[in-house]
């Protein structure tokens, strides 16, 4: 079957830090961009970072440059998310998702827009910083 399993979140406090994990089964996992996602209550649902499957490149959402890796683990078929320096607007529930295509981000008005439809998703992660 194919899966995506997100794991890794919890309850920390602003300045601190988590790793997320995404965990892929069943699908040619190198084939694919991984992305994750979050979306907290009464907003949108917003991408954070994702993972292009043609040459590696990395992209980051305005909102936590500088302050977040993505990172995978190919022989673990494994996607990282490491969140640093987190802040209370971090709070939300992340989803990884996977797409056979490259990173498509698109960047209007300040923020980056994921212009992708992704296969698959997981079924998500709550992370909660508290102030």
């Known amino acids: 079957d194919v899966q995506l399993q997100a794991y890794g979140g919890g309850l920390v406090q602003a300045g601190g830090y988590l790793k997320l994990s995404c965990a892929a089964s069943?699908?040619?996992?190198?084939?694919?961009?991984i992305a994750w996602f979050r979306q907290a209550p009464g907003e949108e649902r917003e991408g954070v970072s994702c993972?292009?499957?043609?040459?590696?490149?990395?992209y980051y959402q305005t909102s936590v440059s500088g302050r977040f890796t993505i990172a995978s683990d190919h022989a673990k078929n494994t996607v990282f998310l490491q969140m640093n320096s987190l802040k209370p607007e971090d709070t939300a529930v992340y989803y990884c998702?996977?797409?056979?295509?490259?990173?498509?981000?698109?960047?209007?008005?300040?923020?980056?827009?994921?212009?992708?439809?992704?296969?698959?998703w997981g079924q998500g992660t709550q992370v909660t910083v508290s102030s």
């Open positions: 993972l292009s499957n043609d040459d590696g490149r990395a």
């Open positions: 069943g699908f040619t996992f190198d084939e694919y961009s």
């Open positions: 998702a996977a797409v056979r295509d490259r990173c498509r981000w698109v960047y209007y008005n300040g923020r980056y827009y994921d212009a992708n439809s992704y296969h698959y």
